[in-house]
């Protein structure tokens, strides 16, 4: 089971940290990846890294803003968000057992509940 954590509401400009925490798996030697879904618009790929986080991947929208890491001993991922803006607003979900390269949802197993971040302008 994975549950992201973290959200909120924020200004534009801040910055804030997800976290997502796994249980009754462990993630190490899996990929793992961030998605978020905006109201009224398809989940979309944020952030992947591979099963050692030695490789990220990031959409084109957070490059430079956002980081995404891992910390398998501990059996987490986090994203931080710097720089945030209105249209971040979304519900933010960790993802784990995907491709790593694959920006589609369908390729990851294992999802967790969502995290929802606010940015007002």
């Known amino acids: 089971q994975l549950q992201a954590s973290g959200g909120g509401l924020v200004q534009a400009g801040d910055s804030r940290g997800l976290s997502c925490a796994a249980s009754g798996r462990t993630i190490s030697g899996y990929n793992m990846a961030w998605f978020r879904q905006a109201l009224g618009k398809e989940r979309e790929f944020v952030a992947a890294?591979?099963?050692?986080?030695?490789?990220?991947d990031y959409a084109d929208s957070v490059k430079g803003r956002f980081t995404a890491s891992r910390d398998n001993a501990k059996n987490t991922m986090t994203l931080q968000m710097n720089n945030l803006k209105p249209e971040d607003t979304a519900v933010y979900y960790c993802s784990l057992g995907g491709v790593f390269g694959s920006r589609v949802e369908k390729a990851y197993m294992y999802w967790g509940q969502g995290t929802q971040v606010t940015v007002s302008s």
């Open positions: 890294l591979n099963w050692n986080g030695g490789s990220t």
